[in-house]
């Protein structure tokens, strides 16, 4: 009886090994995941920044002039106010 339950405590300890060992490989991989997507929105940064910093300076240039004065700059200052609301 003392031999089977020194197998018991053996499997349950292989038991806890694998789930432990389950977990830390489970947490690898989210982390792998997680240092993948902040690259990807890295990157994705690093695209928007140059589109907003120009429509800052189109902006500002829009406010610096009359942006009403002829329709081209209507139809314009419109497209860049519905951009800018969204």
Same mark, same amino acid.
């Given at each position: 009886?003392?031999?089977? $339950?020194?197998? $018991?405590?053996?499997?349950?300890? +292989?038991?806890?090994?694998? +789930? ?7 947490? /690898?991989?989210?982390?792998? &995941?997680? &240092?993948? !997507?902040?690259?990807? /929105?890295?990157? +994705? ?7 907003? @910093?120009?429509?800052?300076? +189109? !902006?500002?240039? !829009? ?6 004065? @002829?329709?081209?700059? #209507?139809? #314009?200052? /419109?497209?860049? !106010? ?5």
């Amino acid at each position: 009886m003392r031999e089977y $339950q020194k197998q $018991q405590e053996k499997l349950a300890l +292989i038991e806890l090994e694998c +789930i432990v060992d389950w977990a830390r490989k489970s947490v /690898l991989a989210r982390k792998a &995941s997680v &240092s993948r !997507l902040n690259g990807e /929105l890295s990157e +994705i940064h690093q695209y928007l920044q140059p589109l907003e @910093d120009e429509k800052k300076a +189109i !902006l500002d240039h !829009l406010s610096q002039e009359n942006a009403w004065t @002829d329709p081209g700059n #209507q139809r #314009q200052t /419109l497209k860049l !106010l519905e951009i800018n609301s969204r």
